[in-house]
């Protein structure tokens, strides 16, 4: 589909678009008043609408497929979309976003879903605005049971990192996003071409372009974790070569090299969850889970109350950036709000 569409469709003022606009709009989006624009990203556009029907405001993420795939790829592009986006579709569970209609639009395809407010977990890595130490294992706990809920459906993620986690701490909401864009399991599909992901929380096995379950999710959940808790990825480097070399080979350092007062058994749950091979690794969200319950009793009572983040406003930037944090997509040959994480 072309950009014209989505240029005309409508801006922040809640007034219907013309009588030409409302031609193109594709068949399945014409039950959404479509809003304003949300977020956009290489790959995608996020609006809010509102259902006709129900009256329910969603947010659309339109993606533009025809950008990123060959022609001749685009029709098994489309067809793989859809069967995930159906599968993303029956997950029901409090902690993940819910997909809640996809479809094809020409050349390109759209997926709505709930939309939620809060922030999403970037906001919360870096020094001075790392959450409480309770709060972020009871929160490693929930989003490893809902991975555990999703991988017991036959879905994995492939790109669990903070900006795919909304929290919204007043209600204690949270949702993994972007499961609507997730590969089946189904073991009857290798990977081939394009590694998607984002390199500084992606497994071994999935950088290097082999098949991945649900234990390469749990990985990336203990990267996710690992941030939240020192505000240091467990691999950096400026170079992308090195980045994989270290993820490939070298182990993560110890959590209490930036945190001291960190209890050992979470640094021995992290350094689990980070471990190369994937049959060494935690093989269930709920096996991390409880381990990191084990660790709730454990910690100093200054760990129990909510202590109080610095304002989001005007923090300067990690003096270490890790460039490669950020999504990036691989060919083969290198590999060997809904609104803040768009593909």
Known sequence: MSG?????VMGGGGEEVSGDAK????????????GEELGRGAMAIVYRAADK??????????????????SEDLAEVRQRFMREARAAGHLQHPDILRVIDAGEAEQDAWIAMELVQGQDLSHFTRSGQLLPLRETLELGIRLARALAYAHSQGVVHRDIKPANVMLERTSAAVK????????????????????????????????????????SDLYSLGALLYQLLTGQLPH?????????????????????HYRKEL?????????????????LRYASGEQLAQDLEAILPQLPAEAEGVLPI??????????????FAQTQRLDAAEAGQNPRTLP
């Open 310 to 323: 610095a304002p989001l406003a005007g923090l300067s930037q990690p003096q270490s950036v890790d460039p």
């Open 4 to 8: 014209g569409f989505w240029k005309r």
């Open 176 to 215: 993994i996003m972007d499961f609507g864009i997730a590969r089946i399991a189904d073991g009857s599909r290798t990977r081939t071409g394009l590694v998607l992901g984002t390199p500084s929380f992606m497994s071994p096995e999935q950088l290097a372009g082999l098949k991945v379950d649900g234990r």
């Open 263 to 279: 209890p050992e058994s979470l640094a021995l749950v992290l350094a689990l969850a980070l471990e190369k091979r994937p049959e």
């Open 53 to 70: 029907q129900t009256g329910e405001v969603v947010a659309i993420k339109r993606l533009a497929l025809q950008r990123e795939f060959a």
């Open 236 to 256: 950096q480097s400026e170079s992308m070569a090195k980045l994989m070399y270290r993820i490939a080979n070298e182990p993560a350092p110890d959590i209490r």
């Open 23 to 34: 031609r193109a709009v594709p068949a399945g989006l014409q039950r959404y008043e479509i």
